[in-house]
């Protein structure tokens, strides 16, 4: 049965996936909107940019997420400076590295959604006089429905699974950093295998609830995302 520390890394993990999931949906709507849109000579390097954590190991991205948020790097100044201490190690550390690091598992199947919508819906929309912002709630939101439901549960499952980085930015600290990831690998590295299997098991039904949802609930959009 899990114990207390795998329930509290759990409940951990449930808290970390669920804020960044919601900062992505914020943030990543209006960069995937632009990405859809623009015909600036920027996008292909600011897509390259999202795309950087599928590609990149975990490690080095964590390795130059942790000098960044040091007391010498440009976030730990920052954060000192507002009277917030450092960010490594921390559970807010932890929420801005991995929103950059499930931040492509939202923004594209976002971007293939709102490309997929096309300009004649827009069209019609300026003919009849709406507003941009009447245009992007009332026709854009709807159409896209598929693509905020699919990025959603990506980034959230994504999060959920996280080891590299979140053990290079938020070490494991139990209440405050040790996430579910990081607690089957305490289990291993103990050779308590039976508490490791409780885990890595309902990770593993997890993910593919998750993604078997997905497939028959949206598979058009499944297969943009995969893009």
Known sequence: MPSREDLGAIRLTLELATIVTLLLLVLGTPLAWWLARTRSRLKNAVAAVVALPLVLPPTV?????????GPDGPLGRLSGALGLGTLAFTFPGLVIAS????????????????????????????????????????????????????????GFAHTIGEFGVVLMIGGNIPERTRVVSVQIYDHVEAMEYAQAHWLAGGMLVFSFVVLLLLYTLYPQSMRGARR
């Not at 991205?61 to 948020?69: K, N, P, T, V």
């Not at 492509?104 to 003919?127: K, M, S």
């Not at 009447?134 to 598929?146: C, E, I, K, Q, W």
Request: charged letters at 10%.
């Open 61 to 69: 991205l964590g390795f130059y997420l942790l000098l960044a948020m």
């Open 99 to 154: 929103v950059l690091y499930s931040m492509p598992f939202v923004v594209q199947p976002l971007h293939n959604a709102f490309e997929a919508i096309g300009d004649r819906p827009l069209e019609v929309a300026a003919t009849l006089r709406a507003s941009p912002w009447d245009t992007f709630r009332s026709v854009v939101l709807p159409l896209a429905r598929p693509g905020f439901v699919t990025g959603a549960i990506l």
